[in-house]
């Protein structure tokens, strides 16, 4: 099973800043890595897909990036619906998928 | 408009039984696998069991084999999840999610709401 860690688990940001996420494979996968988004209550969310793929109507200042075990998400200029928490996914490995434990994105 | 909608959450005993149904609309049902994923309260996502689109092929994650069975009826656009000899660490809220594809492994593209299980003594 690879394990999926995520830095930092909290990420403090003023809006307009850029945030960069990070998440880190156990072992390589390619590209098969997914994005989601959560606010509370809600369900998850697809950004990307592919690495660096964005899902259909994401903001173009979401953005991802890396291959094989280490994986960016970038969002530029945050807007004040950007702050949740992030999950990524490797779909690379199965079964059985796996996600990061998550990194909040909070207001600084 | 792609709509997944979970239902059959509820309190129940350690060692019942629980089945969800997820239905599913917008889109043509047979044509996509489709899993679910848990999230225990204040915690991270959980992959549980998916599904093929035909419904042949099935998977589970270690924590639940042979204790949940995944099927679905694609003649009601309808996803299950059979929960047998529940424990107090299957308490989470289920979504099921929509894989853009017949056949694992890929992203999940569309999520429902979720539906809340809790299980105690």
């Known amino acids: 099973e690879i394990v999926m860690t995520q830095s930092p688990a909290t990420l403090s940001v003023s809006p307009g800043d850029r945030a960069t996420l990070s998440c880190r494979a156990s072992?390589?996968?390619?590209?098969?890595l997914a994005w989601y988004q959560q606010k509370p209550g809600q369900a998850p969310r697809l950004l990307i897909y592919?690495?660096?793929t964005r899902a259909t109507g994401i903001p173009a200042r979401f953005s991802g990036s890396g291959s094989g075990t280490e994986f960016t998400l970038t969002i530029s200029s945050l807007q004040s619906e950007d702050f949740a928490v992030y999950y990524c996914?490797?779909?690379?490995?199965?079964?059985?998928?796996?996600f990061g434990q998550g990194t909040k994105l909070e207001i600084k | 408009e792609v709509q997944l909608v979970e239902s059959g959450g509820d309190l129940v005993q350690t060692g019942g039984s629980l089945r969800l149904s997820c239905a599913g609309s917008?889109?043509?049902?047979?044509?996509?696998?489709m899993n679910w994923v848990r999230q225990a309260p204040g915690k991270g996502l959980e992959w549980v069991s998916g599904?093929?689109?035909?419904?042949?092929?099935?998977d589970y994650a270690d924590s639940v084999k042979g204790r949940f069975t995944i099927s679905r009826d694609n003649s009601k656009n309808t996803l299950y999840l059979q929960m047998n000899s529940l424990r107090a660490e299957d308490t989470a809220v289920y979504y099921c999610?929509?894989?853009?594809?017949?056949?694992?492994?890929?992203?999940?593209?569309?999520w429902g709401q979720g539906t809340l299980v809790t299980v105690s003594s």
């Open positions: 599904i093929s689109g035909s419904g042949v092929s099935t």
């Open positions: 917008g889109f043509t049902f047979s044509s996509f696998a």
């Open positions: 592919g690495a660096s």
């Open positions: 999610a929509r894989l853009p594809v017949k056949y694992s492994p890929y992203y999940f593209d569309y």
């Open positions: 072992q390589s996968f390619s590209s098969n």
């Open positions: 996914h490797q779909y690379g490995n199965w079964p059985p998928y796996t």
